[in-house]
């Protein structure tokens, strides 16, 4: 909570966020002071009302929904019968005519270029500058550091550089030199010195001379040369001169004299305020607000340690070169950064309103990161364009898109910027979203874009959504359910049908497993076959890896041939995940539940003990796995299905909570990752003690009666507790 407010208007505002916003955010953008916070002023009172006014109908919806299913129970699901209820209720709106998107002023990134796409959270600087500056990747270490190549026969990786491996890299990269950028004849492996560029020509015969777009320079000698495929650059770095930090420190292994490979990666980045950072006051809303404004105005900085030396981490310059015709140009030297904002769910204390209650959270990120963003249209160091793009999520349907589209209406006002200037990315993880996608995509037809899916909020969703009606089966088969690849291939054909081909990007959800690295380039290269011009990815080297997707696969060629297949049924998409008659041993049930706990626990510990929002969390087998928000959300969310239809018992998930609080903290203990925050204190010491335990504990069973299933308020709530 803050520790002092200071009254503006009607607002009373933290005097840390005041001072903030008036002598760090304002300054430099011509708005004064007296227009933002009146603006925000009346703008908050004035909107207030009708996100509490959306919330409750959710619940009323929930309620419904809920006697509907409780009124069936145990009889099979009348697919017509329900669909005309959901009508009925207001759930599902009528589809209107055929219509196509009209965002105009979109940065290339987003409209013509498909890529990775990375989500890093506000609060950390550090990784938010390594994810602005995974615009650009090393092949190599990419490679090498990964288990894309194989530790066998004498290829392991160690602390000393290993030339077996390091062999094996280059081989591999010459494959995908041979792939994406071939030669008329021969091999790239085949090359024995550094091509020549004379008369800005180069002396290589490629099969399609026109993917040599450019070359660099270092001291007269040769540096790079640039080359593009699918609108994606290659560009192959030289050390002529021996001054680079190259990728084989003993020297150069290859006999082309080729000392890396550059992929441009991740096109795109999300700087996240919301599942991936928690943030539950004033200091903490303002450590993200600092941040991002650092990097909307190119000066953000942070201090790291490599190989035991000190230095300075900044955002990358842009990358030069010259022409095949001789001119001199650029390519951005960072991912154009997106911002997902809070939903419409959470308040937060930083200001409250005349009636004492907190601000909704959405709307004062609204104000605060897109009053940051103008700063980026003097240097032009993030849009080209002058936009501003903020990912929406957790929106429930088309009215909830419309609100967000009149509060993006105000905030443009008050600011005095352009109508449209800010761009809205629909997250599609919400029951409700997805069935009424086209209608919440028409609600932001001149402003969308961005639609994409999120497997675990949306499941956790389902979930909660259809909570009276049945056990919900195994949360390990949810994926191969009718309704997944209903959802998945809906998203996809409501996006092409809207126009979204070549003005907006169709997204996929996250590769979570940041240490499998050969699974990802074995198995998301499906994200661009299912016409994804973009896909999540936990890491700038995965972003790397999965680049190697987007060159293999032209998206928007798949995208003309997906916009002629047969659209995903609804019915499909709301086909109830449930078992009605569940036949799962005592064991099978034992190992659900503690997978489950363990996940719940491992994450919940770091969120509130160490305010830690989103990281590499060890699961069960001690395999590492991004976890933020959402995959508590659907953990919870089927402990509490399974403990309401009675699969298990209060006291039997008790002790399984405690059996693997006991695991978690083993696992944290030994965990590296956490050093640098407060000492790790046991959840298993003193069970009644340990805030974190007793809010991983209300997270189940409580689960029903949190809104949409979320897990935000116990979370706040209990981290606001730790923070006294």
């Not at 009889?75 to 998107?101: H, R, V």
């Not at 001291?219 to 050390?239: G, P, R, T, Y």
């Not at 395999?623 to 995959?631: Q, S």
């Amino acid at each position: 909570m803050a520790k002092k407010y200071i009254l503006l208007g009607k607002l009373s505002i933290a005097s840390e966020l005041l001072n903030f916003v008036n002598n760090e955010l304002l300054p430099g953008t011509s708005i004064a002071k007296k227009r933002f916070w009146d603006g925000l002023d009346k703008c908050a009172h004035e909107l207030s009302t009708k996100n509490k006014n959306l919330l409750e109908f959710r619940e009323i919806l929930q309620k419904k929904i809920d006697i509907w299913h409780r009124d069936k129970r145990g009889k099979k699901i009348n697919s017509k019968k329900y669909l005309n209820f959901l009508k009925e209720i207001g759930y599902l709106k009528k589809e209107g005519k055929k219509f196509q998107i009209k965002t105009k002023n979109v940065d290339n990134e987003i409209s013509t270029i498909a890529g990775p796409q990375l989500v890093v959270p506000v609060m950390n600087a550090r990784y938010a500058l390594n994810a602005a500056n995974a615009r650009w990747g090393s092949l190599y270490n990419a490679l090498y550091g990964t288990d894309v190549i194989s530790d066998s026969n004498g290829a392991e990786r160690g602390k000393k550089y290993n030339f077996i491996r390091g062999e094996k890299v280059i081989k591999y990269a010459k494959k995908i030199l041979d792939s994406y950028v071939p030669l008329e004849k021969g091999s790239w492996k085949d090359i024995k010195k550094i091509p020549e560029v004379k008369n800005n020509q180069i002396n290589l015969k490629l099969k399609n001379p026109k993917q040599f777009v450019g070359y660099s320079k270092k001291s007269k000698n040769l540096s790079s040369l640039l080359f593009v495929n699918n609108n994606l650059h290659i560009d192959i770095i030289f050390d002529a001169d021996g001054t680079l930090e190259v990728f084989n420190p003993k020297g150069n292994q290859d006999k082309a004299a080729i000392h890396d490979i550059f992929l441009e990666s991740a096109i795109t980045t999300i700087i996240d305020h919301e599942d991936s950072v928690a943030a539950v006051d004033a200091e903490d809303k303002i450590l993200g607000y600092r941040n991002w404004l650092g990097l909307m105005k190119g000066n953000l900085q942070a201090e790291m340690q490599k190989k035991g030396k000190k230095f300075i981490r900044q955002l990358n310059p842009d990358r030069e070169y010259i022409s095949s015709n001789g001119n001199k140009f650029k390519l951005h030297g960072r991912a154009l950064m997106l911002n997902r904002n809070v939903g419409h769910l959470m308040t937060n204390p930083s200001i409250l309103l005349k009636d004492g209650s907190e601000i909704p959270e959405g709307i004062m990120d609204a104000f605060i990161t897109t009053a940051a963003a103008i700063h980026d249209f003097k240097n032009k160091g993030n849009s080209r364009t002058n936009s501003v793009y903020i990912v929406k999520p957790k929106m429930h349907g088309p009215d909830e898109v419309a609100f967000t589209n009149l509060i993006f209406e105000k905030v443009e006002k008050v600011l005095g910027l352009k109508q449209n200037t800010i761009k809205i990315g629909i997250m599609d993880e919400e029951r409700r979203t997805t069935v009424n996608l086209k209608e919440c995509i028409r609600a932001v037809k001149n402003r969308v874009v961005f639609i994409n899916t999120g497997f675990l909020d949306r499941t956790g969703d389902e979930m909660h959504t259809s909570m009276e009606a049945g056990p919900m089966i195994k949360k390990g088969d949810m994926k191969s359910s009718k309704w997944i690849a209903a959802y998945e291939n809906n998203n996809v054909d409501v996006g092409l049908a809207c126009g979204f081909s070549g003005i907006a990007q169709i997204g996929k959800g996250m590769w979570a497993a940041p240490d499998k690295m050969a699974d990802m380039v074995s198995q998301k290269i499906n994200h661009p076959k299912a016409g994804a011009n973009c896909a999540w990815v936990p890491s700038p080297t995965a972003a790397t890896l999965h680049a190697l997707h987007y060159h293999q696969i032209n998206v928007f060629t798949e995208q003309n041939k997906l916009k002629n297949r047969t659209s995903a049924k609804i019915s499909d998409i709301l086909k109830i995940p449930i078992t009605f008659r569940p036949n799962w041993s005592i064991k099978e049930i034992a190992k659900e539940l503690e997978n489950n706990a363990q996940g719940i626990l491992g994450y919940v510990v770091r969120w509130i003990d160490q305010g830690v929002g989103c990281s590499k969390v060890p699961d069960i087998n001690n395999i590492g796995l991004m976890e933020d928000r959402a995959t508590l959300r659907i953990s919870s969310q089927h402990i509490t299905n399974w403990l309401h239809h009675g699969i298990c018992s209060r006291e039997r998930v008790l002790k399984t909570m405690k059996k693997m609080a006991k695991v978690v903290d083993k696992q944290n203990i030994r965990d590296p990752a956490l050093k640098g925050y407060a000492s790790y204190r046991t959840m298993s010491d003193n069970y009644d003690k340990s805030i974190a335990f007793k809010a991983a504990c209300e997270l189940v069973f409580y689960g029903r009666s949190q809104p949409s299933g979320y897990t935000e308020p116990i979370l706040h709530l209990n981290r606001l507790l730790k923070k006294i």
